[in-house]
């Protein structure tokens, strides 16, 4: 059997999101060291605030200042943290109702150990030196050996400078196998060949292959080599610039079935305007230096393929 191959694999992107009235005000008062909460109109404060009643839909507005202390209502234990998590060393998450809110939210408790942690315990804010407006001015909850509530000055969430928007990281790091099928696919591209894999049943051939037919269900191990050359069949025009990509705008990705093939892949196509690529537009790719994989397509000169012969590939 070939080594099935595995790699580390990151997925990441900063989300952009604006703020409404309460989420701003609620933002802002972190950033000045007071949680803001909202009353709903039977009386309960939620903690963080919402912008709609979730009992009855309604529009809530009035926002009230908590205290930054509160007691743990659950928790769990965190013995290895990841990167990006409040703390570097264990700790517990735990879920809060600080005092004055009717609702719990999730943040971190620096403790000694589990033993130190347990629902009814009593916590205070610990809050982060420097603050911008985020979730992450709490720096994370500590115990707080005392029942007093401190005084609040009652805050009404009004404050100079106000915070409109958020830039959230998303990012997702995983080790990735791609499988036995694409493991051949993927060694076959150092050899600058590109295979599929047939259907026993149906007879077609798939590439990138899957293992397994998705119309008929079998699994699929005769390995068929395809292209080199392949017709467009749809593409796209790009014209928003990708982060980290060296490549001018615009530029076209298109569908390309790879003659042999009975399913179209994708890949950029160069080597041509534009706003001259078409469909049944005859192609063949362009190796990265080493051969690792195609860098992209580019036209063999050849007449472009009648529809009749790629109208079920589209």
Not at 148 to 169: K, R, S, W, Y
Request: with cysteine; glycine share 10%; net charge negative.
């Amino acid at each position: 059997m070939p080594e099935v191959l595995k790699a580390p694999l990151v997925v990441e992107f900063p989300f952009t999101r604006s703020l409404g009235p309460v989420q701003s005000a609620f933002l802002t008062g972190l950033r000045e060291r007071v949680v803001l909460g909202v009353k709903t109109g039977d009386g309960r404060t939620l903690v963080p605030p919402v912008e709609y009643d979730p009992v009855t839909s309604e529009e809530i507005r009035n926002l009230v200042e908590v205290a930054p202390t509160g007691t743990v209502t659950t928790w769990a234990w965190n013995h290895a943290p990841r990167r990006g998590q409040p703390l570097d060393t264990p700790f517990a998450w735990v879920m809060v109702k600080l005092d004055g809110a009717d609702t719990s939210f999730l943040h971190a408790l620096d403790a000694s150990g589990p033993d130190a942690v347990y629902t009814g315990m009593r916590v205070r804010i610990r809050w982060a030196e420097e603050r911008s407006g985020a979730i992450t001015d709490i720096a994370c909850f500590e115990p707080y050996d005392n029942l007093e509530t401190p005084e609040l000055a009652g805050h009404d969430g009004q404050f100079e400078d106000m915070v409109t928007g958020i830039v959230a990281p998303a990012r997702l790091d995983y080790t990735y196998s791609p499988g036995r099928a694409q493991s051949g696919y993927i060694n076959a591209l150092s050899d600058r060949r590109i295979v599929g894999e047939r259907c026993p049943s149906c007879r077609k051939v798939y590439v990138p292959p899957r293992g397994a037919c998705p119309t008929c269900g079998v699994a699929t191990v005769e390995e068929v080599e395809v292209g080199p050359g392949g017709t467009v069949t749809t593409y796209c025009i790009v014209n928003i610039k990708a982060k980290n990509l060296d490549i001018e705008v615009p530029y076209v990705y298109g569908h390309i079935a790879l003659d042999g093939a009975d399913l179209a892949l994708h890949g950029r196509i160069g080597g041509i305007p534009y706003d001259q690529v078409r469909m049944g537009l005859r192609v063949e790719p362009v190796w990265t230096d080493g051969g690792r994989y195609p860098d992209h397509y580019r036209p063999t000169g050849e007449p472009d393929a009648d529809y009749e012969t790629y109208k079920e590939l589209v």
